[in-house]
């Protein structure tokens, strides 16, 4: 166990009301902390007798566990909370607020951006423990619903010695570095986003380019290129766990997506956005969030662009049990797919939202309503997604699709679904897919004496470890 260290014996009492607040038992709490610092590379064995600990005689554990406390009771909560807040707090640098501002200047968007971006890995290394918290998106989604676009054009660096001159070539480089990280994140997860290239392009070539001479017209696309590496490695860094890194890069994606003057990109970027929220269990912003994406990019978005907005919209519904509002905006997903005409404006990184990608998510929407027929039947539509390209959307699936058989009472096709969604996503680093198998495994549940039931929760537990959050 982590060492303590010792003051008076008075009862922690801002712990004792977060946790309450939060539904958190003492054993939960211990069992996350633990959790964040894994993830952190720290092995931390508390347990319940240890926050009993913490609450009743007001101790402070030492080293980093008060911030991952801090953490994991903002993520729960949706709002930031320090280790001031818990009342441990330390001589340690607390977290800084780096990369969660939204500046309405273009000028200072770029500075925030590419500051954040530069900054060494070893220095941004304590936001892989810190957890998703709702309310850092409150201003950056306000600011751009009431204006998703700036008036003035992205501001071109002065010119001098040494300055870098950005042209169409460097922009062709930041597309494709978006595209092949799509493409690997796609098939592989986003397990090794902190070494992968596109991290590496986005702080050593589109940082410095930010902070170049460009004209007006390659300016504006040179933000829109970056917000898009920016949701890339911010999708990346969600799909492996690390949630408050995520929030950072869609936060200055959507910035500079508003310099840019791009609403199309700022769309896209918000429904990545709204996804995140939904996942972490926030379906009705979630809702909101994507509601407002749609909303505000008619006129100016593509169809896919609004179509997938409507599907996030969809998903957040079917997690909340609406399944009027979640077949309303899933139908206009469908409908806006079909509107596409070929040689029209049609953005190539939203390539992959395809009909059969949208009834992959179907098959979800339908399982979270408690709709297993349903699911089963958009699951023929959804068949055709190639599995060597989309590896871990069609492990996904597979996952979803075996619950949605648990839910119509039918262990054998389950089982077999299970297999080959157990075996797709135990080749993928995805933490977000895991969760999907282990959801299975919980779901089994209904036959705990299956021995069949049990073999596959320990391959799952073999395969890719046990469930966190």
Not at 387 to 401: E, K, M, N, Q, S
Request: glycine share 8%; proline share 6%.
């Amino acid at each position: 166990m982590a060492a303590t260290s010792r003051r008076q014996a008075v009862p922690n009492a801002d712990l004792a009301r977060l946790l309450a607040e939060a539904h958190l038992s003492h054993k939960a709490l211990a069992r996350l902390v633990n959790e964040r610092g894994r993830l952190a590379g720290i092995v931390l064995r508390y347990e319940h007798t240890s926050v009993t600990r913490w609450v009743n005689s007001g101790m402070v554990p030492r080293g980093r566990t008060p911030e991952f406390v801090a953490a994991v009771l903002a993520e729960r909560l949706g709002r930031p909370v320090s280790t001031d807040d818990i009342d441990m707090s330390t001589t340690s640098t607390p977290v800084p607020t780096m990369g969660l501002d939204f500046p309405r200047d273009p000028v200072d968007a770029v500075r925030v951006a590419s500051t954040y971006w530069r900054t060494p890995v070893d220095s941004r290394r304590r936001f892989l423990t810190t957890g998703f918290a709702l309310g850092a998106y409150t201003m950056p989604v306000t600011r751009w619903l009431a204006k998703p676009a700036t008036a003035t054009t992205p501001p071109s660096m002065p010119t001098g010695p040494g300055t870098r001159r950005v042209g169409k070539t460097d922009l062709d480089g930041l597309w494709a570095a978006s595209e092949e990280a799509r493409v690997w994140d796609s098939r592989f997860g986003g397990g090794h986003w902190q070494n992968s290239s596109v991290t590496r392009c986005l702080q050593t070539q589109a940082a410095p380019m930010l902070r170049g001479a460009y004209t007006e017209s390659v300016g504006r696309e040179l933000f829109a290129a970056t917000a898009e590496l920016s949701r890339v490695v911010g999708w990346a860094a969600f799909d492996a766990g690390h949630h408050d890194v995520a929030q950072r890069h869609f936060i200055q994606a959507l910035s500079l997506a508003r310099s840019a003057g791009d609403i199309e990109t700022g769309c896209y970027v918000l429904t990545t956005m709204a996804l995140q929220a939904m996942l972490r269990g926030f379906p009705e912003q979630a809702a909101d969030m994507a509601e407002g994406a749609y909303e505000r990019g008619r006129g100016h978005a593509a169809p896919r662009v609004l179509a997938f907005a409507k599907l996030a919209e969809a998903r957040a519904h079917g997690r909340m049990k609406d399944g009027a509002a979640a077949g309303a905006a899933l139908a206009q997903a469908e409908l806006l797919l079909d509107t596409i005409q070929p040689g029209a404006h049609d953005p190539q990184h939203l390539a992959y939202f395809t009909p059969e990608r949208l009834a992959a998510d179907a098959i979800e929407i339908h399982r979270d309503l408690g709709q297993p027929q349903a699911a089963l039947n958009w699951n023929r539509l959804a068949e055709p997604m190639p599995a060597d390209r989309f590896t871990r959307a069609v492990g996904i699936r597979h996952a979803v699709l075996a619950s949605s058989h648990i839910h119509a009472g039918d262990l054998d096709r389950a089982l077999t679904t299970a297999d080959r969604a157990l075996g797709i996503l135990s080749t993928v680093q995805s933490t977000r897919a895991h969760t999907y198998l282990h959801t299975v495994t919980a779901d089994l549940q209904r036959w705990p004496r299956d021995p069949r039931v049990r073999d596959f929760a320990v391959r799952v537990h073999a395969a890719v470890g046990s469930p966190h959050k």
